[in-house]
Every structure is written in structure tokens, then in C-alpha cells.
């Protein structure tokens, strides 16, 4: 039994629990390793108590059995880029947590019953979330879980560039704007709220593509979680692609970027998020 546990940067109550949860998982008969950044802080910070795990790049904790983000959504991201299918459980330290469902004062005690319910069974409680793909003529972006963002090489005056959005084949909308988003419901509370799309819960089945300062005014649209989405960007010096705001794909105009639904979702393990209750914290 192998434990992945990703603790935030530069945040010593993420590293405290960080250091609690490995002496309780060694307690209990499992293994764990750490994130780079988490292995420097505890061997230079001074306060961890007791050996300090071994570290992994977090790619390779797609091994484990169970991978334990310990932060905010931002933290959850990048240990879900490298959880791959492993289940992953969030604990919350952020003002909002979408993506994080449990409590700091309740995190120790969940995470180590779900990693002796692993040891017994041999798999954890999980329920999906999708993720979505994107890419074009020979490239592609790693699965997002929130968004892909398509854009200029940059925002504002003088930016942005000349956009067509299809569905399944059927154009929806064509013209100037800073950008186009598409988002997976787990991704509405995210970027694309900020830029005036929807709210859509994560039980809802369905993709959200919303224009970013668009100047024709295209309203947001939520489509089939099947469906394909095209986006082409044209009269632009060169275009972007952006998921989950971390990793960036540059290519010359014109730029033609495909999302849909990615064939592999995130598998989160731990308690269901109380949706409306996090809603609350955006006021």
C-alpha cells in the first residue's frame, strides 16, 4: 500500500498535516512519498517529525494507490495531473475548495480509513470526474479538469483575434473576441465564472463554452458532454492554449483546437463535496 501525499508550497499548516498523515499511514502499515517540493520543505524546514518520506516526481504517483493533496484547488490540479486513474482525495486549506472535500480536522482520520479499506479490498470509494481534451495537428494538452482556455498571444486592446466555434460540425458563433473557454462542470465555479459562464453542478452531464470579452456578446452555452467542440482562431499574430491555467500550448495562426470529453476522468476518493455549501464561500 502506497500513499502519494502533495502538500502546497510555502504553507506550513499544509506541511504539519502533511508530516501528521505520514506518521499515522505508517501506523497502519502504508507506505508514502512525497512531491519534490514537499520532500525539500520537511527535510529543510526542520519541524517534521520523524523520517522524511521519500520523493517522487509527481508523474510517477500514478503508481500509488492512493494520491492526497493537501491545499488548495490549485494544489489539487497538479497532483491530478500526475494521479493519472489513481484515486485522489483533497483536503481543503483554500477559502473555496471546489475540488477539496474534506476539512483539515477531519482529513487524518478519512484518509487513513480509506487507506485500510484499500488494504482489505484492494480499491478505494471513488466517483468521477470528467476531464477534457484538447489539441490539434500533432500536438495535444494534458487532460483538464477545470478548463482549456484558447486565445491571442495576449488580452485586452489590440489583442485577441477573429474566433469560429462549432458543435458537433453546426457553427455557433464567429467573431472578434480575447478568447474562448470550455470548461466540464467541475471547471464553471472556476475561470469560466469569472468570465460570465454559467454555474453548472457537477452532477450535470455536459460541456460549458463561454466567450471571453467577445464583441458580439455570444452567450454561454452548455452542449452535450459528448459532443465535440471546435475552436479555430484566425487574424491573430499567434494563438494559445492554455489547460487548467498551468500548461500552455503556443502555435502560429490559423489555429484550429478540438475538445471534448477525455476518456479517462479523475477518480476522487473521500467524502462527497456539499456543492451548495462551497457555493456560499464565492459571496
Request: charged share 20%.
Amino acid at each position: 500500500m502506497r500513499v502519494g501525499l502533495v502538500a502546497q508550497r510555502d504553507n506550513d499548516r499544509a506541511l504539519a498535516l502533511a508530516n501528521t498523515l505520514t506518521r499515522r499511514l505508517d501506523a497502519v502499515g502504508a507506505s508514502v512519498v512525497v512531491d519534490p517540493t514537499t520532500g525539500e520543505a520537511a527535510t529543510d524546514g526542520g519541524d517534521w517529525d520523524g523520517a522524511v518520506p521519500s520523493s517522487v516526481d509527481v508523474d510517477e504517483m500514478a503508481a500509488c494507490d492512493l494520491v492526497v493533496s493537501v491545499g488548495g484547488d490549485g494544489t489539487f490540479l497538479y497532483a491530478a495531473r500526475g494521479a493519472g486513474s489513481t484515486p485522489i482525495m483533497g483536503v481543503n486549506l483554500g477559502e473555496v475548495g471546489f475540488l477539496n472535500s474534506l476539512a483539515p480536522e477531519e482529513a487524518v482520520e478519512t484518509v487513513v480509513a480509506e487507506a485500510e479499506h484499500i488494504q482489505k479490498t484492494g480499491s478505494a470509494r471513488t466517483r468521477a470526474m470528467p476531464r477534457l481534451r484538447a489539441g490539434g495537428d500533432g500536438w495535444a494538452l494534458p487532460p483538464a479538469l477545470n478548463e482549456v482556455v484558447v486565445q491571442g498571444d495576449h488580452r485586452g486592446s489590440g489583442g485577441g483575434g477573429h474566433f469560429r466555434v462549432s458543435v458537433d460540425g453546426a457553427t455557433y458563433s464567429e467573431g472578434h473576441a480575447d478568447g474562448v473557454l470550455v470548461a466540464t462542470p467541475t471547471g464553471s465555479t472556476a475561470y469560466n465564472l469569472s468570465e460570465g459562464g454559467p454555474l453548472v453542478h457537477p452532477d450535470v452531464a455536459g460541456l460549458v463554452v463561454t466567450g471571453m470579452a467577445d464583441d458580439d456578446g455570444m452567450p454561454p452555452l452548455v452542449v452535450d458532454a459528448d459532443s465535440d467542440v471546435v475552436v479555430e482562431l484566425t487574424d491573430a499574430e499567434a494563438g494559445v492554449a492554455v489547460s487548467d491555467g498551468r500548461v500552455r500550448e503556443e502555435r502560429a495562426t490559423p489555429l484550429r483546437v478540438t475538445l471534448s470529453r477525455a476518456g479517462e476522468p479523475v477518480r476522487l476518493a473521500g467524502p462527497p463535496l456539499d456543492f451548495f455549501t462551497a457555493l456560499d464561500k464565492l459571496a
